[in-house]
């Protein structure tokens, strides 16, 4: 038997045809009818069916205890939940709604993220769901909001093989969002005359890919934006006629950028001048400017402001809403826009709606029949629910599929956190998730195959993805964890659903009239149609929109802002982010190797995945090595302000002098919280999109 279904991995959203053997064995290839990836995958996808049947590491049971000390029991779902519930309603009580949060993650299929969002906004009162998605995509996020009017990519793949020009800023997609990057290799393979503009302090395989490599110094992003819209504007590549009828902003803007010549952005950025004119140069003359980033300009102090440097670019020029033009904000995981769209932000209601809004809030009361007025303040985000609960202004917490004390910014804040809450539920597929130490229940759940929803991938697209294998032991689907969960804290008329296919019903309908509309979009219409591209609002089938839904917004130039056109903003260009000084002269920055995945409960499990880097490592320029007699190969402790790892080091001219470079994948899988990444990072964030500071860390290395 086959199944069509999606990757659960990264935000590109392959299509997987699965086969089922007779003897239950599992084989997998890339679907050649995915509009996203036409049949390729890579390592990552290819190997995803060995993660499904190695069960060694699964749940199999709820599991619970009454305090810390005592051994984890086996237990009945009826006695977790209850009691789960009961210590929620106390604390409910006791403290309000907001002593109790969700914590949950973007590989959730769009149906958990809904349901959850609804339990606690419209039922139990409290803002208080965040998501790992902040700590990778929210500031991208407010820079749509901020210039477009609205969280919405404007693009979509297609636009690939239409563009001439890509300008891949802070983003390693040849490693990171591998089959979206053999789209662009084949592109440019059959037109020679297409450019790649890489922009990044490390020599990567986009970057030795490229046309041109700009390694500018971290956090100098914005400077060197500003000075190629400067250089945009005096050699006469602006769009008068767009900017005149469509966009807001642009006179601040000129004098912002004029404020530094190209001289002076190029010896702050550590690029040559003539560098940076050849991008503006080949920027201006191209026909497709597409856009790609992810978190070098998200995961910043500053991102934002980033986010929005880059965005102006398309502005000035008028580059966008047209074929092969346009900012494409690059989703790291499967489902992180899925779960921007249902509202699962501390801020956000469903649809992009926004808990500040009172309007909102009534149209969501009114449609979830709450019994509770939805909280008109945000409730704690990624970062702030931690620092909570370790303050005890937190109560409890719930965490779903995703792994905090690997994960999150200055990681020690995180244990300390989960050390001190009253009470921690895991819900998870894994006994490889470090939380499940620290938890009072453990709930476990279905994993990919083993549960039917859908997910919405980086260009707008929705999968479904189908129920191919019973999961083991006594795992549920989160969905409906969920809404047993309801049904115990007294909610069971408003969660009363028969299946996950009713719950996405739901949600189409609080979509209706907005500009995220899928009341079109059902599990009948996706087994049909395999993907649509959101808008799809009811009728969109009949009246023929395309084959599957819009592939391009903005192509009339309305923008989603009150007055419909767009804002362009001068940004000013300073980081904020922790000074380096004499103690700590490094800038390190973290990120992700080829095959593996986040916190490595899943691809740490496939040997030919670890095969690829088998071991963390800290990658150093040889003239830093040199200074403080380092040598290839050797052990080194790296030392930071908030604590310290110790890995092998690789010296190597792929990062610049006074950089390093340390993966985020280890923790403490290894059995030691010493090649943990996030040992060293920094818990400040953005004061708009509150997204973490992962990729500037002041720190010094030492031979150990
Ligand atoms: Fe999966 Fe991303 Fe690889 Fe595609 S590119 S197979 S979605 S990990």
Known sequence: MTHQTTCCYCGVGCGIVVKQE????????????????KGMLCSKGMNLHYTVMDQSDRLLYPQMRMNRSM???????????????????????????????????????????????????????????????????????????LSLGEDSVPVCYDDIEEADLFFVEGANPAWCHPILWRRIEAHKAANPNVKIICIDPRKTDTARSSDLHLPLRPGTDIVLNNAIGRLLIEQGYIDNEFITNHADGFLAYRDQVMLRSVEEAAEICGVSADGIRTAAEWIGRSKGFLSLWTMGLNQSVIGVNKNLSLINLHLITGRIGKPGNGPFSLTGQPNAMGGRET????????????????????????FWNSPVKIASKPGFTATEMFEALADDKLKAIWIINTNPLVSMPDVNVAEKALKNARFVVVQDVSNRADTVQFADVVLPAAAWLEKEGTMTNAERRIAYLPKVLDAPGEALPDVEIIWQFAQKMGFGDDFNYANASEVYQEYTRITAGTNVDVMGVSYELLKKKRTVQWPYPAGSEEQGAGETGTKRLFTDHQFYTPNQRAQIHAVPDENTSEPTDEDFPLVLTTGRIRDQWHTMTKTGRVAKLNQHIPQPFLHLHPDDAKARGIQDGQLVEIRGRRGEVRVKVQLTDDVRPGLCFLPMHWGKLLNSNLNRANNLTNSLVDPRSKEPDFKFTAVEVVPY
């Open 343 to 366: 509202g699962g932000l501390a801020n956000v209601l469903p649809a992009h709606r926004d808990v500040t809004n009172a309007a909102h809030r009534a149209e969501v009361e009114a």
């Open 71 to 145: 051994p984890m029991q086996r237990v009945s779902w009826d006695a977790a939940l209850e009691r789960t519930a009961a210590v929620f309603k106390t604390f409910i009580q006791k403290y309000g709604p907001d002593s109790v949060a969700f914590y949950v993650s973007g590989q959730c299929l769009t149906e958990e993220y809904y349901l959850v969002n609804k339990l606690i906004k419209g039922f139990i009162g409290s803002n208080n769901i965040d998501t790992n998605s902040r700590l990778c995509m929210s500031s991208a996020v407010v820079g749509y909001k």
């Open 22 to 37: 007779q003897n239950g064995r599992l084989s997998l290839e890339g679907d050649k009818q995915h509009p996203s990836s």
